[in-house]
Every structure is written in C-alpha cells, then in structure tokens.
C-alpha cells in the first residue's frame, strides 16, 4: 500500500483543484476535463512526477480506481429511466450510438490508416459518454495513455461547440420541446454537456435530454461487454484475449440495485461524490502520463475524424430524431 500513495496524493491534489474549478467558475465543464487538463500541463512541465516512486499509485488510478468509478456510474441510473424517455428516445439513442461507433472505427481506421484503439476510443467517447466512455473503454481495447488522451480531446473540442451551437440552432430545426431534448441528449458527447445545452434552452428541453442521455450512458456496458467480443473474435484463437470487462457487468448491478432498491438519498449522494473522484483522479493520472511529444507524432487524423463524428451526430441525429418523433 505505501508504494502507491504518492501517485494517489498526486492524483488526489489535481482533483481537489478540479472540482474547485468547476465550482468556483460555475462551470458546465466536468471536472474530469479539468483533471486531464492540469495533468498535461503539470506531466509535462515535471515529467518525473511520472516515474519512479509516483509510478504505482498513477497506474493504480489509471486501472483499478478507473474500473471501480465506471462501475459506480451506474448509481446515476435507473431502468426507470429508459421508461421515462419512450420508444422513440431509445430508438434515437440505438441508432446514433451504433452508427457513430462502426462509422468511428471504420473512417479512423480504413480511411485515415489510425490504429485500432484510437480510432474506437474517439468513437466511443463520441457515441456513448465522452471521457468516461474513453476511460472505460482503454483498458478493453489495450490502448495506451496517449491514444485515450487524443480521444477525450475530441470530447472536450466537439461537445463544447455542441453545447453553445444547440440552443443556437434549436429555433431552426422544426422540433418541439421533446423532440429537442432528444436530440440534445442522444448526440451531444458529456452528460455536463447535455446539462448545459439543455439549460440554455430551457427546463423541459433539458429534463428530455437528460434523461436521454442517462439511457445512452447505460448503454456503455453492453457495448464494452460487444467490443470485447469482437475484438476477441478479430484476433483469431491464438491471439490473447481481451480483458474481460468486469466493471461493465459491476455497471449494470449497481444500475438494477438502484432501479429496484429504494436507496436513501445520503447514501446515493455519497456515492456519487466518491464516484466523481474516484474518476476525476483516473483522468488526472492519465493526463500525467501522457506527453505532448507522443501527442504530436499522431498528427492531425484523430481530430479529423472527431470533426466527422461531430457531424455525423448533428446531421443524421437531427434527421433520426424527425424520423422517431414523428412514427413512433
């Protein structure tokens, strides 16, 4: 245990300064964004904070506490939830989810020549949850710290366009209150995001979007529990084998013991807290570890293909959602 406290104190003091951020400006941003922000400036400014006697506390952030904070994301949840939201949200959250992820993969990969994980890492982070979606996912398809920090940055770049574009927009898209926050909430990348877009609309098109989205989050473990399949699948028998998502099937059993179980508010409400730091300092650890050297040697490619998701997401989620609102 003492070998990984100085990289948790670390990690731990980034996201104390996190959090404050986010409350001290009022900002819509997640402090999750923050934390992989100052993590950069400070890993790359004092690259020795990395290594040696830092270095196991760091990766115990990046693994074991990232997998325990994915599988608590699931107490933001409810089934109830999906009932709320009807057939046509779900129907709006399928379709833009699994469109944005095979088009993430198949553009990044076969058009740009990007690697694997980077390409299925900015697909994940644009279909499901952003950063959390690109966290929870780097330990399934084997990526390195780097990869994941070029996909939270698409994140980070895309959703906050979307954020100040939607409400914008919203006067010209011929879509009532509902149908708005479906949309909202099944193509705009952070929950935070969401929130904020929402907001500046107003209160019904946000609770909508909300609620559309939480659905879309819980998405993120079926879909982790899939690509861990194929890529099995794709490596042929005599590969090794993807990690086994432990922390998806811990996802669903902390969002079905929520559904059913009346929790008290206290406990939920500590839970989430614990839960975001437990997070925070996941994504501040992964921000230590990456440097700007590496980040350059990738080019331009991964943020290209952030752009076209982007616009994938607004340009047939728009049409999806006409489409949903008005059959179903």
Known sequence: MPKIIKGLLLAAFITLASILLTDVLHSSISPLIFAIVLGLIIGNLRPQLTAGSWHPGLDFCKKRLLRIGVAFYGINITLQHIADVGTAALVVDVIMLSSTLCLGYWIGHKWFGLDAPTSLLVGAGSAIC??????AAEPVVRAKPQQATLAVGTVVIFGTIAMFLYPIMYPLLGLDQESMGIFTGATIHEVAQVVAAGDAINSEVAQTAVITKLTR?????????L???WLSRKQGSDAVRPPQPWFAYGFILIVIINSVLNLPAAWVGVIKHLDIWALTMAMAALGLSTHISELKSVGWKPMALGAILFIHLMVAGLTVTHLATTWL
Not at 130 to 135: D, E, F, P, S, Y
Not at 217 to 225: T, W
Request: proline letters at 6%; zero cysteines; aromatic letters at 0%.
């Open 130 to 135: 952003g950063a959390a979606a690109v966290l």
């Open 217 to 225: 989050v819980m998405m993120l473990a079926p879909v982790l529990v």
């Open 227 to 229: 690509l861990g399949h």
